[in-house]
């Protein structure tokens, strides 16, 4: 037996007697079920993402329901969940299957990377998964077994790392048995080959790794080359009434928190009073100022000068133009909300 055959059949093996097989997503196993717990999997444990994959299904259980949904639906389902464009592809992309593929979802590689938010590794889970198809996978777990397996120095991110990468996936992703290999060599990743705490005497190629030969098991993969984030700074205004109902905004499609809902925004506190006036929000007002917040993206420091606003409610003919809510914490309406948004109004 060659060293490639062995290497997948070892793995293939391992996961008949150790492997997850009743993670949600791998009961009644669909192309859709896959691609959305695919796209819930990236940049989220699977732990974390369980309960929402639950909900998503009991609300959203086919590509056509979610395609008829609105935006606010599916983005109230992924709050919390962080990294929101995943929950705005998904919508836009089962509005265009149903559009222009009858609601299914194509099975092949160059068809389905035509889709928004639909990679390389999303794309050959769907295909091996929910149809045994030969495609390899490369998620982070993948990568991680590979880059240790074979001493790959670097951060995997890296391009020429990557192509290095998906060279070793292909070679290794048996031709039968793709859909088990897939999911063995995720699980692998996930409950094995862990991140910093690698539990090598359980690994079925524990005597073809090298990283366990050298002893150097953590220090692959590299991490990320840091920079410096810079920083930017933005005031929240939250408006707030005696009913305890909050004035917020919908933001843009494109851009930071697109199509969830959050306070009305403006650059200096100096800028309230004029802010108020150009929209006609008037009456008596009581202002706090609340303790600062700051929020990490993957790109800056988002620094948060929260003002609170007691208020009496006002409404003004540019409520809706400007995509204004009163939002009603005692009976919320069904709309998403960015994580910060949901702890400032936990907290007031
Ligand atoms: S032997 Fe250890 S480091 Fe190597 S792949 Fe297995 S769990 Fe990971």
Request: aromatic share 10%; net charge positive; glycine share 6%.
């Given at each position: 037996?060659n ?7 070892k793995?293939?093996f391992?996961?008949e007697?150790n492997?997850r097989k009743?993670?949600?997503?791998q ?11 695919e796209?819930?999997?990236q940049?989220?444990q ?9 909900r998503f299904?009991?609300?959203?259980p086919s ?20 990294y929101?464009?995943?929950g705005?592809n998904?919508h836009?992309?089962?509005?265009i299957?149903?559009?222009e593929y009858?609601g299914?979802l194509p099975?092949?590689?160059e068809g389905?990377?035509e889709?928004?938010?639909i990679?390389r590794?999303?794309?050959?889970a769907?295909?091996?998964?929910a ?9 982070g777990?993948?990568k ?8 790959i120095r670097?951060?995997?991110g890296e ?7 998906w060279?070793?996936?292909?070679k290794?992703t048996?031709?039968k048995?793709?859909d088990?290999y897939?999911?063995?060599?995720m699980?692998?990743g ?10 090598c005497?359980?690994?079925p190629i ?13 220090a692959y993969p ?5 920079k410096?984030?810079?920083?930017k700074e933005t005031?929240?205004i939250?408006?707030q009434?005696k ?7 919908k933001r843009?499609q494109?851009?930071?928190w697109?199509?969830l809902w959050?306070?009305p925004e403006?650059?200096?506190?100096d800028?309230?009073?004029a802010?108020?006036k150009?929209l006609?929000?008037?009456g008596?007002?009581k ?6 917040l700051?929020?990490?993206f ?5 620094s ?5 606003i007691?208020?009496i409610k006002?409404?003004t ?7 204004y ?8 309406t069904k ?7 949901v ?6």
């Amino acid at each position: 037996m060659n060293i490639i055959d062995d290497f997948s059949k070892k793995l293939l093996f391992w996961f008949e007697t150790n492997g997850r097989k009743d993670l949600p997503w791998q009961r009644k196993i669909t192309p859709y079920r896959v691609w959305v717990s695919e796209i819930m999997l990236q940049q989220t444990q699977v732990a974390t993402a369980i309960p929402y994959f639950n909900r998503f299904m009991s609300r959203f259980p086919s590509l056509d329901s979610l395609a008829a949904a609105s935006i606010d639906e599916v983005l109230e389902l992924w709050t919390g969940l962080g990294y929101y464009a995943r929950g705005r592809n998904l919508h836009r992309t089962a509005k265009i299957v149903t559009s222009e593929y009858s609601g299914i979802l194509p099975l092949n590689l160059e068809g389905l990377l035509e889709l928004p938010g639909i990679g390389r590794s999303t794309a050959g889970a769907i295909i091996s998964i929910a149809c045994g198809g030969h495609e390899p996978i490369l998620d982070g777990n993948v990568k991680r077994v590979l880059m240790r397996a074979h001493a790959i120095r670097g951060w995997p991110g890296e391009r020429s790392i990557e192509a290095k990468l998906w060279k070793l996936a292909e070679k290794y992703t048996p031709t039968k048995r793709a859909d088990l290999y897939t999911q063995a060599i995720m699980d692998l990743g996930a409950t094995v080959c862990t991140r910093s705490k690698p539990r090598c005497n359980f690994c079925p190629i524990e005597d073809q790794c090298i990283a366990k030969h050298q002893k150097s098991q953590t220090a692959y993969p590299e991490k990320k080359p840091r920079k410096t984030l810079p920083r930017k700074e933005t005031v929240f205004i939250i408006m707030q009434t005696k009913k305890n109902e909050i004035l917020l905004q919908k933001r843009p499609q494109n851009g930071i928190w697109g199509g969830l809902w959050c306070f009305p925004e403006i650059s200096s506190l100096d800028l309230i009073e004029a802010w108020r006036k150009e929209l006609g929000f008037d009456g008596e007002i009581k202002i706090k100022k609340l303790p600062e917040l700051i929020h990490t993206f993957s790109h800056y420091k988002l620094s948060i000068e929260p003002v609170l606003i007691s208020c009496i409610k006002t409404t003004t003919p540019d409520m809706g133009k400007n995509n204004y809510i009163w939002y009603d914490k005692q009976n919320p309406t069904k709309i998403g909300l960015p994580a910060p948004i949901v702890k400032l109004i936990e907290s007031i």
